[in-house]
């Protein structure tokens, strides 16, 4: 049951929510992004879909009678974000962007303010972009069996490959579900799970309870550090499975050695489109190198977003067999 209403339009200054809300692209869930810029249209893209609105909500692909957020309302719009408090969003303002309940995110940018050579913060915003986040139960079952060996009742290393926008998130989210509560049909038993959900985007947390379906056997770490979590986890939970999403810091890669070393099995996402792509970097090449990831899920959003294109084994061989590639993307679920 979720602790707030998931509708990101709470989230938005009053008149622009109202445009926004009285979209049929908003009412079918087709919506993507929505990017907001001081005195500049208000941009909505979904798959297939990149246009903007008026002030009478009217939908334009390119006109200078734009209906533009002024720096008052952009103001606004970001304390609604930080539920006016500025100063307890910090390290998110670092990292430039904020999640919300709900596991939608929100990036910005603005005036950077830099103190001995780094990132102090952020102020004057100029820009907000909404990137939704709707939860797809189901979004994993068709390919969730080549991810786990069935005589060995164990969840294979997996690492979900996916440029941004196509889907990894959902995925990530469905697969840690199923494996936590399990599929009978499928031969599948529920294993105790570890998530580490750095920027609270897979479980969706408010107030550190997740919002999202993540299954009875989950244990969370909201808005923790994936490489200082996986360790907590291993020590304290006793984790079967762990998830992480978006690794590549070389602490992450350490942690992940670390936790596969234990006897654990991993979940995490990158992004890139290919091996060629995700071997750019050291620590995962190494990984790769090494087999430690026995199953590789690499997604597009080719004929949608969630387009599966191949699973493949740790010497880069096809298991999958789909006559046809599935994707989930004909409602534009989200996000990653």
Not at 132 to 147: H, K, Q, S
Request: overall charge neutral; hydrophobic content about 40%.
């Amino acid at each position: 049951m979720r602790l707030l209403s998931e509708n990101l339009l709470d989230y938005l200054p009053e008149r622009t929510a109202l445009l926004i809300g009285g979209l049929s692209e908003w009412r079918d869930k087709k919506l993507v992004e929505i990017r907001l810029r001081v005195n500049q249209a208000i941009q909505l893209i979904g798959s297939n879909i990149d246009f903007f609105i008026d002030l009478n909500g009217k939908r334009l692909k390119n006109s200078d009678r734009f209906y533009g957020l002024n720096r008052e309302e952009m103001e606004k719009a970001f304390l609604l974000l930080s539920h006016n408090s500025i100063y307890a969003l910090e390290r998110q303002l670092l990292e430039g962007f904020i999640t919300i309940p709900g596991g939608h995110r929100v990036g910005f940018t603005g005036q950077v303010v830099v103190e001995n050579a780094r990132i102090k913060t952020i102020k004057n915003i100029n820009s907000l972009n909404y990137r939704i986040c709707r939860e797809f139960t189901g979004a994993a079952e068709d390919v969730v069996t080549y991810l786990y060996d069935i005589e060995r009742d164990l969840v294979l290393n997996t690492l979900i490959v996916s440029p941004p926008l196509c889907g990894k998130t959902t995925l990530l989210r469905d697969l840690i579900r199923i494996f936590s509560q399990g599929m009978l049909d499928k031969g599948i038993k529920g294993k105790k799970v570890g998530l580490v959900d750095e920027r609270s985007e897979i479980a969706g947390a408010y107030k550190g309870v997740p919002q999202n379906n993540i299954g009875s056997r989950t244990d969370l770490l909201d808005n923790c550090p994936k490489a200082e979590g996986m360790m907590l986890l291993i020590r304290s939970m006793s984790p079967e499975v762990i998830a992480v999403d978006e690794i590549g810091r070389d602490e992450d890669i350490n942690a992940i050695q670390e936790a596969l070393y234990a006897g654990v099995s991993l979940i995490t996402t990158i992004h890139g489109r290919d091996f060629t792509d995700i071997k750019r970097r050291p620590g995962i090449a190494d990984l790769i190198d090494k087999g430690l990831f026995e199953r590789f899920v690499f997604l597009s959003n080719r004929d949608g977003i969630g387009t599966i294109e191949a699973v493949r084994d740790r010497n880069g061989r096809e298991v999958s067999c789909f006559v046809d590639k599935i994707n989930w993307g004909s409602n534009d679920l989200s996000i990653g």
